[in-house]
Structure formats: structure tokens, C-alpha cells
């Protein structure tokens, strides 16, 4: 009657288990040997038949013979495996010894691919696990938007240029800069106790540094609208370091576009032009070619 | 179409037409505009009048300004927290004993955005390297690294082929930082960038870490950068603290005058939020923590923020 269940289940009529691929057909049912849809490995069609499975990490041999057709409870008899791969091997041998070989090859390989797969888990629960965190899309968006909102209120760019100039009034830079600090210097004369002498040369200086500072700064901020020579300006600022005195006058002149650093401001202030020259060659070459 | 409002029985949202409706919205809303200007006005025409008696000008309330009182804050005298500042894991470095060496890593497998980020953060750091990771557990890298006289380690974690987070390790034995980071820019996004960050150490400025939270997070970014900034690089990493959000910047300044200085951003840019702070190195099943963002908790007021 196994083969009346097969021409029935497993060709024409339906059957609960199979699924269908495009090249393949599989049989769902938990007791299937292989996992496909064969004459031979489907338990329903196959009056005598044995598989292997596992539970909780341990394996079991489950067996099927026609004898307790009739009662579906005790159908299927197990049979726990032991732990040692060759000692189990040999407890299917023993328990399938008059079967067909086909069974027994296929519990075989099916333990021995259960016990492999066993033995990764393990090995994988050893290693670190990749924890997923769900997102929250409310939460998400509530971060997203909230930052968006710290990022107007914190101004970065203002902040940034206040603390830097905080920086330079506190003296952190040491004389690399040397602007003329009018306000601060006349501060300082009129709180410290200075000698008058001192205090006009000082003003002198201030002077000088004023009236070239006027000629150079009309200039320098036309220029400085983009910041293409940056990078220039470090090597004119290692000069600075050297020369104290003639710094400011050095970084406006090494501001110019062209490649010649120490040029005078009347230069910059005209602007750059290209002159071409046509020639006239083509009558002579016209000519030539006839 | 001419009607008249009767503010007593009429409202706009009444009417059914909706031409009509948007209509009359509209001119409702012309006429509330007009009012507020002439509130405004008259405000500021009495200011005037009162002249120097005028009562000063209200300043409006920001989220900074309402902020809830943190009892941590820092008090810049305070002795306790100089003292344990002195004598906490940051100390060697701030005594110059150490020199900063970092080491950067993702986590399995980066993609290219993530690989890239990683790069330009080592051009920025001075004295970084990065180092791939295959597969190594970062328990066994920690002591490897110690061994190797890394002082800091960056993990950049990343998900769906974009970084999203960073875990930022003091070494020998230093508390742990989880962040999680966003809207990252490499260089090439940026508008208006300058050139690459050359290999000058930059300064660093640390903005608005308040609370002793905020300190200790604020020394454990100080700690990434060597002590003495070149100031002829003229480049500065920022760490601005607002509102719980770190954002950090890399410019190039320069000084116009002694009043106005230009910046110019180059180098990557991200925020950053912390989620964690653990007092020994990396271990998320049995270290300690310090502080860790509970959601339920603390993020039911708007004004209260912990850094």
C-alpha cells in the first residue's frame, strides 16, 4: 500500500509537505531522511523508514516499520545516539542492521552533517556575537531633528573665531602675530607707571606701524576673498618667526597671486594683464605650401 | 470679494469654499501682521521716548538659558575636581609624561565611505595610525596594544555601509567612551574646503563641557592630540559641546587683524553623542559604568542635558 500512498501523494494528487521549486521538489515533513521529494526518502510513501534528528544537542535515531502502521502513537520508535561520532555510527549499524542500504547511508550522512553543524554552533557561541539593536524611528527622528537645532544655536563658526581670538589677546601665540594692539598698548601705558620716554617711543613705533599698516590693508582684504594662498602664507609665517620687525610688511607682500613674494603694493594694485601678440606668418607659410 | 469680519461669531475655518476659506485666511493673517508691526512699533517709540530710563531690553529665552540646573556643573575654583583631575587617568598625559598614540580601527568588515573616514581621521590626529581589523576580538587587541605603547584607541563602528558610531578607549587602563556619531562629511563634501590638513599638530578647543561628566569627556578628547600645538600649521580641532551634541570641526584660521580672524574648514566633520562612559577598557559584558544614557530617564525634559 506504500506504493498506492506514493502514486497518490507523490504525483498527482496533493501533498502537504512538498514544495515546489522551479528544478527541485521538496518534502517539508520533519521525519524526511534527505529533504527532498523521492520515492524513496518520503516517510509517508515508505512503510520502512529511519531518520535522524536532533534535539537540544543531542542526536536520535528515529525508526518506522510496518508492524505499528495501525498505531500512529507508537510509530515511531527512538533511539538516543551517543555523544562519540564512531560509537554512534556504529549504534545506527546495529539498530538499522537488516535495512535497506540506502537508509542507512543516508542516516549516516545525515548525522554526520547534524554533528558538524553542532559542533559551529559551539564554537560560534565562543566568539563575540554581533548584537542588532533595533532602531527606533521616533527616536530617530526626535535625535536627528534635535541636533539639527543644536547645530543653529551653537553658531560653530562664531565660537570658533571668538575662542581663537580670545586665544590671541591671551598671548597663546607668542609673538608670531604682531598687530598693533593700539587700544591695549595705550590701556597698558595709562594703568602701568611707565616713564614718558618710553611710553613715546612706543607711540613712535605705533605710528609707523600705522602709516604702513593703511597702505597695505586696502589692498590685503581685496585678496584675502579667497583663500587660495593659504598654504603660501605658512612659509611666509616661518620667515616671520626670523624677523620680527619687518613681518607684517613680508606677509602682505607674500599675499600676491604672482610667484614673486617681495614685491611692492604699487604692483598689486594694478591689475594683472595678459598681453598677446599676434604674428603675421600665414601669407609667408601660404606661399610656401604652393 | 469685499466681507467684513465679525471677530465675535465668525471664524475663518467656517467656511466651507475653500477658495474663499484660504482667502479670508490670508487677509486674516495680513491683518495679525499688521497689528504685531504696529505693537512693535509702538514698543519701540515709547523705548525711545523713556530714553536712558527705558527698563533694559528683554533677552529672549533660549534652551541654553532655561536649562535645568545641573548639580554637577563645574565651578572653575573648585579644589575636589582639580584634585581629581590631578590624580585620575588623564594625569600622565596632562603632566607631559605621555605622548599621545592612537590607534584607529572599525569594526568587521568597513566599507569605503567608513575606510576613507577613517584615513582623513588619521591625517587629522598627529601620531594615529589605522589598522584594519579581520575578525580580531578587541579583548585580545587591547592588550596588544598596551604592549605596543598605544595610549588611545578609536573603534568606528558602522552599519548599512556608513559609520554611526565611535568607542573612544584611553589605554593603559582608561574609562571608555560610547558614541553614537552622525551626519559625517568626508573632505570631499565639504563646501569650500581648503587644501589637506598638513601633518602640523593642531590646537584644540574644547567648548562648553560643563558638568563633570562633560570634563572627563572633554580630557579624553585633549588626551588624542599632542601637547604642543605648531602654531605655524595654524590648524585647529574643535569639540563643541551643545546641548548633548559634540561637533567637531577642523579649520585652518588665519588672522586678518587683530580683530577679525578667517577659518576655513577642511578635514572631516561629525557629531557626536555619548551613550556610555566605562571606567576600564572596552568590556560590555562585566564593566563598569559610569554613566550611561537611559532614555526613559533623561530625556523627558527639554532643558536638561548632562554634558
Known amino acids: 500500500s506504500s506504493q498506492v500512498v506514493w502514486s497518490m501523494l507523490g504525483n498527482r494528487q496533493f501533498c502537504s509537505y512538498k514544495m515546489t521549486t522551479k528544478t527541485q521538489n521538496f518534502c517539508r515533513n520533519e521525519y524526511n531522511l534527505t529533504g527532498l521529494c523521492n520515492r524513496s526518502s518520503c516517510p509517508l510513501a515508505n512503510s520502512q523508514y529511519a531518520t535522524v534528528r536532533e534535539e537540544k544537542g543531542r542526536c536520535y535515531l528515529y525508526m518506522k516499520t510496518i508492524e505499528r502502521a495501525a498505531f500512529p502513537r507508537r510509530l515511531w520508535e527512538r533511539v538516543l545516539l551517543s555523544k562519540n561520532y564512531e560509537k554512534a555510527l556504529e549504534e545506527i549499524d546495529e539498530n538499522l542492521i537488516y535495512w535497506p542500504r540506502f537508509i542507512r547511508h543516508k542516516c549516516k550522512q545525515r548525522f554526520t552533517k547534524i554533528t558538524q553543524y553542532l559542533i559551529r554552533i559551539r564554537k560560534l557561541t565562543l566568539k563575540r556575537q554581533r548584537k542588532l539593536v533595533p532602531l527606533r524611528r521616533k527616536i530617530e527622528r526626535r535625535e536627528n531633528r534635535r541636533e539639527e537645532k543644536a547645530l543653529i544655536a551653537a553658531q560653530l563658526d562664531n565660537a570658533i573665531e571668538k575662542e581663537l581670538l580670545e586665544r590671541l589677546k591671551q598671548d597663546t601665540y607668542g609673538d608670531i602675530y604682531n598687530f598693533p594692539i593700539h587700544a591695549f598698548d595705550k590701556a597698558l601705558q595709562q594703568q602701568d607707571a611707565e616713564s614718558e620716554s618710553e611710553s613715546d617711543a612706543e607711540r613712535e613705533e605705533d605710528d609707523d606701524e600705522d602709516v604702513d599698516k593703511r597702505e597695505f590693508v586696502e589692498a590685503e582684504d581685496s585678496e584675502l576673498s579667497d583663500f587660495e594662498d593659504m598654504d603660501k602664507l605658512e612659509t611666509s609665517s616661518e620667515e616671520e618667526q626670523e624677523e620680527e620687525e619687518e613681518v607684517e610688511k613680508k606677509a602682505s607682500h607674500s599675499k600676491s597671486k604672482g610667484k614673486t613674494p617681495l614685491k611692492g603694493p604699487a604692483r598689486r594694485k594694478r591689475p594683472y594683464i595678459e598681453i598677446e601678440y599676434e604674428e603675421e606668418t600665414e601669407p609667408g607659410s601660404r606661399t610656401k605650401a604652393a | ?307
Open chain 2, 1 to 307: 470679494p469685499q466681507r467684513v469680519l465679525f471677530p465675535p461669531t465668525f471664524s475663518v475655518s467656517e467656511i466651507k469654499n475653500k477658495q474663499r476659506r484660504h482667502f479670508m485666511f490670508l487677509r486674516w493673517k495680513q491683518q495679525q501682521r499688521k497689528e504685531k508691526l504696529a505693537l512693535k512699533k509702538k514698543r519701540r517709540k515709547e523705548r525711545e521716548a523713556l530714553g536712558d530710563k527705558a527698563p533694559p531690553k528683554a533677552v529672549p529665552k533660549t534652551i541654553e538659558n532655561q536649562r535645568v540646573y545641573d548639580e554637577t556643573t563645574v565651578d572653575p575654583n573648585d579644589e575636589e575636581v582639580a584634585f581629581d583631575e590631578a590624580t585620575d587617568e588623564f594625569a600622565p598625559y596632562f603632566n607631559r609624561q605621555t605622548v599621545p598614540k592612537i590607534l584607529i580601527t572599525t569594526s568587521d568588515r568597513p566599507r569605503g565611505r567608513t575606510v576613507r573616514f577613517c584615513e582623513q581621521l588619521a591625517t587629522v590626529i598627529p601620531n594615529s595610525h589605522v589598522y584594519y581589523r579581520r575578525g580580531l576580538a578587541l579583548k585580545r587587541i587591547i592588550p596588544q596594544c598596551i604592549a605596543r605603547d598605544f595610549t588611545d584607541l578609536i573603534v568606528i563602528n558602522e552599519d548599512r555601509k556608513i559609520p554611526n558610531g565611535l568607542v573612544l578607549s584611553h589605554l593603559p587602563d582608561g574609562p571608555t567612551a560610547h558614541f553614537r556619531m552622525s551626519s559625517v562629511r568626508l573632505r570631499k563634501e565639504i563646501k569650500r574646503k581648503g587644501k589637506e590638513p598638513t601633518e602640523h599638530v593642531p590646537e584644540v578647543i574644547l567648548n562648553n563641557f560643563t558638568t563633570r561628566l562633560g570634563h572627563s569627556i572633554g580630557r579624553m578628547f585633549a588626551a588624542l592630540f599632542p601637547h604642543d600645538p605648531q602654531f605655524i600649521g595654524r590648524q585647529v580641532a574643535t569639540f563643541h559641546n551643545q546641548r548633548d551634541y559634540i561637533f567637531f570641526r577642523f579649520h585652518r584660521y588665519i588672522f586678518k587683524s587683530e580683530k577679525k580672524v578667517g577659518i576655513q574648514e577642511l578635514g572631516p566633520r561629525f557629531t557626536l553623542k555619548l551613550r556610555s562612559l566605562q571606567k576600564g577598557t572596552f568590556d560590555s559584558k562585566f564593566g563598569e559604568y559610569e554613566w550611561i544614557h537611559k532614555r526613559r530617564e533623561m530625556d523627558t525634559s527639554r532643558r536638561k542635558f548632562h554634558l
